[in-house]
């Protein structure tokens, strides 16, 4: 009957109920605005001040600026932080977390170490491509400064030994300038456009070398 009569109530005083809630959620809305600053999602925050887990949190916030959540800093101390055995006991230690199948809940574990290696890794890609494209313009220069006396003599013998057994010194003189003629789309051939103008002096320094 209290039901029954309550949605009477409700049917025949529907405007006025809708009002009320209106005026109800108005009311509520500071409230909903202030639960995030009541609300506590951490234990550690019902822990005194003074509590060792507190002053320990309150150190790793000021000191690292890492907020409360999943994260685990350790700090490792020491007389000289930059020696080996610091980095051997860092790396064991890495290496244990990883390979404890008991922790469950472990996604990633960094040490500065982790970042001296990302840091190298990424030189040495740099350094790598830099070394790769010296040993290239090395090989072209070493190319460049032996295959074009060595096409331009064997142009030069092949009209010498097509030629009569005896010659003068002009015949000499048409030799190499056909030799040098010849050796040219050989030598243009076998380098890389950008380089050509260099090929082609030193190709020409070579022919009047040759001539004196």
Do not use: C
């Amino acid at each position: 009957m209290l039901f029954t009569r309550l949605a009477r109530t409700i049917i025949k005083h529907n405007r006025a109920v809708f009002v009320i809630w209106l005026v109800a959620l108005a009311l509520s809305v500071p409230a909903i605005l202030q639960v995030q600053s009541v609300i506590v999602y951490t234990e550690t925050a019902y822990n005194p001040k003074t509590s060792e887990s507190s002053i320990a949190q309150s150190i790793v916030s000021k000191e690292f600026s890492i907020s409360q959540g999943n994260s685990v800093v350790v700090v490792i101390t020491s007389t000289d932080v930059r020696g080996n055995d610091v980095r051997d006991f860092t790396l064991t230690l890495n290496k244990t977390l990883h390979n404890d199948r008991t922790i469950t809940n472990l996604t990633n574990v960094t040490s500065i170490y982790d970042i001296y290696y990302q840091l190298l890794v990424g030189y040495t890609n740099e350094v790598h491509l830099q070394l790769y494209q010296e040993k290239n313009l090395t090989s072209l220069s070493t190319s460049l400064e032996f295959s074009i006396p060595t096409i331009y003599v064997n142009q030069w013998t092949t009209l010498v030994y097509s030629g009569p057994f005896s010659i003068n010194q002009s015949q000499v003189a048409v030799y190499n300038q056909k030799a040098n003629q010849s050796a040219w789309p050989i030598i243009s051939s076998q380098t890389p456009q950008a380089y050509q103008p260099i090929a082609l002096a030193y190709e020409n320094l070579f022919y009047q070398s040759w001539n004196k």
